[in-house]
Antibody, heavy 120, light 110 residues
Framework: QVQLQESGPGLVKPSETLSLTCSVSGGSISGYFWSWIRQPPGKGLEWIGYIYYSGTTNYNPTLKSRVTISVDTSKNQFSLKLSSVTAADTAIYYC??????????????WGQGTLVTVSS | EIVLTQSPGTLSLSPGERATLSCRASQSVSKSYLAWYQQKPGQSPRLLIYGASSRATGIPDRFSASGSRTDFNLTISRLEPEDFAVYYCQLYDNPPPVFTFGPGTKVDIK
């Protein structure tokens, strides 16, 4: 069973760049899609974007100007960068495996999530 | 942009009772791309249903789902103590490719 683990700073200053890495274990990152989803404390879920192992990306239009997702197949990892952060970007950030076909798609499994707080 | 609405916001029930949760889309959507997730306090979401009605691997058969076009339902036939959680519906729409989550329905113990 694939497992995902987020890592990165838990505190980021306003206007700086949030950087997180997701390490994938129990399976190869190659051949699949991978995604980032976030959840402000006590609130709902927001899709940030996804990446295919080959490097093809797709981002939420509301965040597109600030988001970069990249993949490192040699390390079995993918990463998120979110620039010019504000307090509104404070959230639990989840890395998730994304299954996509012509008929279905879904997010599963999910990492445990990591809380990133934006504050000076 | 398609908006998902979930109702009720909170559902207060007792173990053993039946729960019916609703997810409504602001316009007709492909049911192939409608999924449901369960999130327990302090945990990550877990996939329950994909394709509007197909149970994910390992999901008990007390969970069922149906719907099409704009109206989708998730039913828990007999609530077990571990089923008290928040449930989210999620939709894929294209173009542009976007994934949207509903605001969630909290099922709590009456």
């Amino acid at each position: 069973q694939v497992q995902l683990q987020e890592s990165g700073p838990g505190l980021v200053k306003p206007s700086e760049t949030l950087s997180l890495t997701c390490s994938v274990s129990g399976g190869s990152i190659s051949g699949y899609f991978w995604s980032w989803i976030r959840q402000p404390p006590g609130k709902g879920l927001e899709w940030i974007g996804y990446i295919y192992y080959s490097g093809t990306t797709n981002y939420n239009p509301t965040l597109k100007s600030r988001v970069t997702i990249s993949v490192d197949t040699s390390k079995n990892q993918f990463s998120l960068k979110l620039s010019s952060v504000t307090a509104a970007d404070t959230a639990i950030y989840y890395c998730v495996k994304f299954y996509s076909s012509s008929w279905f798609n879904w997010f599963d499994p999910w990492g445990q999530g990591t809380l990133v707080t934006v504050s000076s | 942009e398609i908006v998902l609405t979930q109702s009720p916001g909170t559902l207060s029930l007792s173990p053993g009772e039946r729960a019916t949760l609703s997810c409504r889309a602001s316009q007709s959507v492909s049911k192939s791309y409608l999924a449901w997730y369960q999130q327990k306090p302090g945990q990550s979401p877990r996939l329950l249903i994909y394709g509007a009605s197909s149970r994910a691997t390992g999901i008990p058969d007390r969970f069922s789902a149906s719907g099409s076009r704009t109206d989708f339902n998730l039913t828990i036939s007999r609530l077990e103590p571990e089923d008290f959680a928040v449930y989210y519906c999620q939709l894929y729409d294209n173009p542009p490719p976007v994934f949207t989550f509903g605001p969630g329905t909290k099922v709590d113990i009456k």
